[in-house]
């Protein structure tokens, strides 16, 4: 049984990488209408800003999560992905040098069996036996040793 869910970490992205991805956005959506309008394509051009405003806005809500049941860890990148990491496979989790907007935010494969969830910031790595994990987390120390310490309960039953 996995019983109740407990919320470990959770991280979104900082105020000012919001305002640096919504300043060029803005500027692109911008430029894309200040050429349509001579262009006599408005419509299609307008169509065009709203896909890229929403996808936008998606963006700029990402949070990454960390939650853990009795048997199972479950790193979300929300709204996107969600994956469950029987706690009995985690090897290790310990602090990492901070990501940046050169990682890229959300869901990214990192190279060599490497999967990041990352909004930016502080970061844990969690070791598996079959991939490696980049996770963003506000607290990188307490966030590691919650999620070694649940693999420890399950371990010790």
Known sequence: MN???TLISEARISRGSQKVIA???????FFIIATAIPSGVLLISGGLVAVIALLTVSVLRIRVTVEATEQILTVRCRPFYSKTIPLEDIV???PSPPSSMTEGFGVRYLGSRTWG???????IVLETPKRTWL???PDP???AAAVLAHASKLRDR
């Open 3 to 5: 019983g109740t869910s």
């Open 23 to 29: 300043s060029v956005v803005g500027l692109l959506c």
């Open 92 to 94: 290790e989790a310990s």
């Open 117 to 123: 969830l990352l909004v930016g910031g502080p970061a």
């Open 135 to 137: 996770i963003s987390t």
């Open 141 to 143: 120390e307490t966030t």
